[in-house]
């Protein structure tokens, strides 16, 4: 049963590095356009947009629209480094209070992509709904972890 709990901690831990990852890398080149002042983003959400025209038609709005995606920006990556950790701790101890603030920051990210992005944006991507996919999955195994050790230390207990 330890084996088996080892396997599914690391099944775990890759999960949420890939999750980390995915946030850490797009939060530091966000955070560095947002500082540059680099509007070229919005041909992202809304490809008809002209970043060039935006910034000379609205230079206050622009500003103000950089401020709030940099401040995202550097939740994108300070989310992926805390998940990053945890999936280290995860990986080495099979901790379970690694795994519990995971899926805290994890699922409460996703859960903002999903009310926001999702559900009132209309804006979305495949790559969005896998990364999303790659959090549930990490936190539906956390769960049947947590399970499987909580019904191990029952049985010994009784043993």
Not at 30 to 47: C, H, K, T, W, Y
Request: proline fraction near 2%; aromatic fraction near 16%.
């Amino acid at each position: 049963m330890a084996r088996n709990r080892k396997t599914i901690s690391r099944a775990i831990a890759v999960l949420w590095f890939i999750w980390a990852f995915f946030h850490v890398i797009p939060g530091i080149i966000s955070m560095l356009a947002a500082i540059n002042g680099d509007i070229s983003f919005v041909q992202l959400l809304e490809p008809t947009n002209n970043a060039q025209q935006l910034a000379a038609d609205y230079p206050s709005e622009v500003f103000t629209i950089l401020v709030i995606y940099g401040q995202h920006s550097f939740n994108l990556f300070w989310f992926g480094v805390v998940t990053f950790i945890c999936a280290i701790f995860i990986w080495r101890q099979q901790s379970q209070t690694a795994m519990f603030l995971a899926a805290v920051i994890g699922g409460l990210a996703d859960l903002g992509v999903v009310f926001f992005i999702d559900l009132f944006g209309g804006y979305t991507s495949l790559f969005g709904t896998a990364i999303l996919a790659v959090a549930f999955a990490a936190i539906a195994l956390s769960i049947y972890s947590y399970l499987v050790t909580a019904q191990v230390v029952r049985h010994e207990s009784h043993s």
